[in-house]
């Protein structure tokens, strides 16, 4: 059974850091592309970043482009999403997702179960 | 970036009764050369992670109950729920997975009238 465990969420001030981790269990991790999706306080569903199966591609959106990095330890089967000078909208539930197959284009089929983030001071 | 657009907002449907959702991306999620479009829809309920219910426009995932179908080409999708049921009020997304950056619709809620 896939399994996605997200952690690291918490209160963080405007301008700190935070790092998601999201483990996975249950599939070949190394055989999958990853995405991190978010969702806002009374919003949708935005999709924050992507990283390909191998890890050499990354994607991001032009709201956390150079504040976010992706990234992903084969050998501990974790995605992680580092987030650095965070801001008040930054404040959302993180959601990690497994896309179904190797191609990052693709939509996400498993998803972890979130992790809150709230930016304020 | 690829706008997708929902409509309505929001809907009351009475049980059994049909719902239809409507997704309209400002260009073509269609790939010439395989004749996919990249376009997904999930639904989400509040509390849970989505769940991913079409794909590749018409393609319905595992275990996604048969009342639920989509439909649509190149800009314009649609997703229907032939028969409401009671477990079936959510918020509904569309996505498209054509291009980076992805994006999300802006959600439908739909509720029983």
């Known amino acids: 059974e896939v399994q996605l465990l997200e952690s690291g969420g918490g209160l963080v001030q405007p301008g700190g850091s935070l790092r998601l981790s999201c483990a996975a269990s249950?599939?070949?991790?190394?055989?999958?592309?990853m995405n991190w999706v978010r969702q806002a306080p009374g919003k949708g569903l935005e999709w924050v970043s992507c990283i390909s199966y191998s890890g050499d591609s990354t994607y991001y959106a032009d709201s956390v482009k150079g504040r976010f990095t992706i990234s992903r330890d084969i050998s501990k089967n974790t995605l992680y999403l580092q987030m650095n000078s965070l801001r008040a909208e930054d404040t959302a539930v993180y959601f990690c997702?497994?896309?179904?197959?190797?191609?990052?284009?693709?939509?996400?089929?498993?998803w972890g179960q979130g992790a809150l983030v709230t930016v304020s001071s | 970036d690829i706008v997708m657009t929902q409509s309505p907002d929001s809907l009351a449907v009475s049980l059994g009764e049909r719902a239809t959702i409507n997704c309209k991306s400002s260009q073509s999620v269609l790939y010439s050369s395989n004749n996919k479009n990249y376009l997904a829809w999930y639904q989400h309920k509040p509390g849970q992670p989505p769940k991913l219910l079409i794909y590749?426009?018409?393609t319905r995932e595992s275990g996604v109950p048969d009342r639920f179908s989509g439909s649509g080409s190149g800009t314009d999708f649609t997703l229907t729920i032939s028969s409401l049921q009671a477990e079936d009020v959510a918020v509904y997304y569309c996505?498209?997975?054509?291009?980076?950056?992805?994006?999300f619709g802006g959600g439908t809620m739909v509720e029983i009238k």
């Open positions: 590749w426009a018409s």
């Open positions: 996505q498209q997975y054509y291009s980076f950056p992805l994006t």
């Open positions: 997702g497994k896309l179904s197959g190797t191609s990052s284009y693709l939509p996400v089929n498993h």
């Open positions: 249950g599939f070949t991790f190394n055989n999958y592309a």
